[in-house]
C-alpha cells in the first residue's frame, strides 16, 4: 500500500485522527475532519463512499473543502484506498464534534476553536 499521511486530522496523540486542527489559507478559515470510526467522524461512511471521497473531494453532494488534498489520491489503487479505509475501521472511535459549517467556538477536547466546538 502507498504510505499517505493523514497529519493534519491528528491534533494530538490523545484523540488520534479525531481532527479539530485549524487550517487557514486561501480555501478559508476550517478545522480538519473527524476520521475515527464514530459517528461524530466517519462512521456513516461505506467503503465505497470513502474511496469516492478521496478521488472526487465529494462525499455525496456535499463538496470536501479544498484544502483536502484529494488530487494527490489519483494514484494509490482501490485497494490501497480499501485499506487506509479498513486501517481507520480499526481505530477507536473518538466522539469529537467538527463542523465547518458553523462559526468557531472553543472546544474543550482538542483545545481548538472550530465549528460545533461547543459541542464536545
Not at 496523540?13 to 479539530?20: E, N, T
Not at 470510526?37 to 470536501?64: M, Q
Amino acid at each position: 500500500m502507498a504510505r499517505l499521511g493523514c497529519g493534519c486530522h491528528t491534533v494530538d496523540d490523545k484523540l488520534g485522527y479525531a481532527g479539530g486542527d485549524r487550517l487557514a489559507g486561501p480555501w478559508g478559515d476550517v478545522a480538519s475532519a473527524n476520521i475515527t470510526p464514530d459517528p461524530s467522524g466517519i462512521g456513516y461512511y461505506s467503503e465505497a463512499t470513502f474511496v469516492t471521497a478521496l478521488r472526487t473531494g465529494y462525499v455525496g453532494a456535499r463538496k470536501l473543502n479544498s484544502i483536502m488534498p484529494f488530487g494527490e489520491f489519483k494514484d494509490p489503487t482501490d485497494d490501497d484506498l480499501k485499506a487506509m479505509f479498513a486501517y481507520l475501521r480499526t481505530l477507536a472511535p473518538v466522539k469529537h464534534q467538527v463542523d465547518n459549517t458553523l462559526p468557531p467556538t472553543y472546544c474543550k477536547l482538542c483545545k481548538q476553536r472550530h465549528g460545533a466546538g461547543d459541542q464536545n
